[in-house]
């Protein structure tokens, strides 16, 4: 089965600055699917962007931005002028066409941003 | 549009007792998934289903847990009895498996087995 790592339980930013949130995956499949999802407190799952592994463009979402590398199998979102409202646990997940509809996800990485 | 509908938000249940999540997914999504979290094992799989048919239900952790999707627009979720380690946010979540790549979550059920 595929795995999702996210080796950074946890992170802070400052308000306005950058922070990357890194994310690595294994796979045997050239064609996938990549996410991240954001959960504030509130619990609710909120798609943040995703990323077709055929696509080398990598995908954009505003402030929101991912550097996909597909020969090493990693996947950080990068957050740009944080705010205060990005402060959430943040998931990535892996999606295979072959495997039906099964999405695998990483173990989080709690984002603090500090005013 | 609405989104995945979940009820209820929160149960507060005593042990022993019968514990019944309900689930809507977002109309013309023909695939839903049922997810447990909690903070020693994130996010789980428990089930899923295609077209009201269960296709995987490896992750449901024993038999006191069962699913049921008798329509496609519903979905249940029962644990019978229930105990205290069942204590998690259950997510129900849908995907439109006709080119839709994503799936969309509900807003989770609050879960305590006291």
């Known amino acids: 089965a595929q795995t999702v790592t996210q080796s950074q339980p946890e992170m802070s930013v400052q308000e306005a600055e950058t922070v990357t949130l890194s994310c690595t995956y294994d796979t045997s499949e050239s064609d996938y699917y990549l996410f991240w999802y954001k959960q504030p407190p509130s619990r609710q799952m909120i798609l943040v962007i995703r990323?077709?592994?055929?696509?080398?463009q990598n995908a954009t979402e505003n402030r929101f931005s991912v550097n996909f590398q597909k020969a090493a199998k990693s996947f950080s979102l990068k957050i740009s002028d944080s705010q205060l409202g990005d402060a959430a646990m943040y998931f990535c997940?892996?999606?295979?066409?072959?495997?039906?509809?099964?999405?695998?996800f990483g173990t989080g990485t709690s984002l603090t941003v500090i005013p | 549009d609405a989104g995945v509908i979940q009820s209820p938000r929160h149960e507060v249940t005593e042990m022993g007792q019968e514990v019944t999540l309900r689930c809507k997914p977002i109309?013309?999504?023909?695939?839903l998934f049922w997810y447990r979290q909690t903070m020693m094992r994130g996010l789980e799989l428990l089930i899923y289903?295609?077209?009201?048919?269960?296709?995987?239900d490896s992750g449901m952790p024993e038999d006191r847990f069962s699913a049921k999707m008798p329509n496609a627009s519903f979905s249940t979720l029962k644990i019978q009895p229930s105990e205290p380690r069942d204590s998690a946010v259950y997510f129900c979540a849908s995907r439109d498996n006709r080119g839709g790549n994503t799936i969309y979550f509900g807003e989770g059920s609050w879960l305590t087995v006291v």
């Open positions: 990323q077709e592994a055929y696509k080398q």
């Open positions: 109309s013309g999504h023909n695939s």
């Open positions: 997940a892996y999606r295979s066409p072959n495997t039906g509809n099964q999405f695998y």
């Open positions: 289903f295609n077209n009201n048919v269960p296709i995987d």
